[in-house]
């Protein structure tokens, strides 16, 4: 829609604002309590990725070892999709930040 069809107010409205965001810890009450929330969901998140991985791991061995193909293929699977997705929780608030910078860089 054109600026032109919009209500008077409207358009002075969208032709003189200009967004922004400026992310803070500090804006909301609470925001440590979220933070804290965080931190222990990312902790109970490796624990069950340790988890899967050594339950993993016995699987692949006992597997291997009695020359069942599927209970290795499992196992490995298992050990696989929890060690990437330690590194995902890992590397989740570096990717964000990288992904909200360059966000920031994108100019109209």
């Known amino acids: 829609m054109p600026l032109g069809a919009l209500p008077s107010a ?3 409205l969208a032709a003189s604002t200009t967004l922004t965001l400026t992310p803070s810890d500090s804006a909301l009450p609470g925001s440590n309590v979220i933070q804290t929330l965080t931190n222990g969901i990312g902790w109970w998140g490796l624990v069950l990725c340790l988890v899967g ?5 016995a699987t692949w061995a006992v597997g291997s070892h009695t020359n069942n193909y599927q209970h290795t293929t499992n196992g490995r699977r298992a050990v ?3 060690g990437a997705a330690a590194l995902v929780i ?10 909200f910078n360059q966000g ?5």
Do not use: E, I, K
């Open 90 to 99: 890992g590397a989740a608030p570096a990717l964000l930040n990288f992904l």
């Open 104 to 108: 920031t860089s994108v100019h109209p």
């Open 53 to 57: 991985l050594v339950v993993g791991a």
């Open 80 to 82: 696989l999709v929890s």
């Open 10 to 12: 409207v358009r002075v």
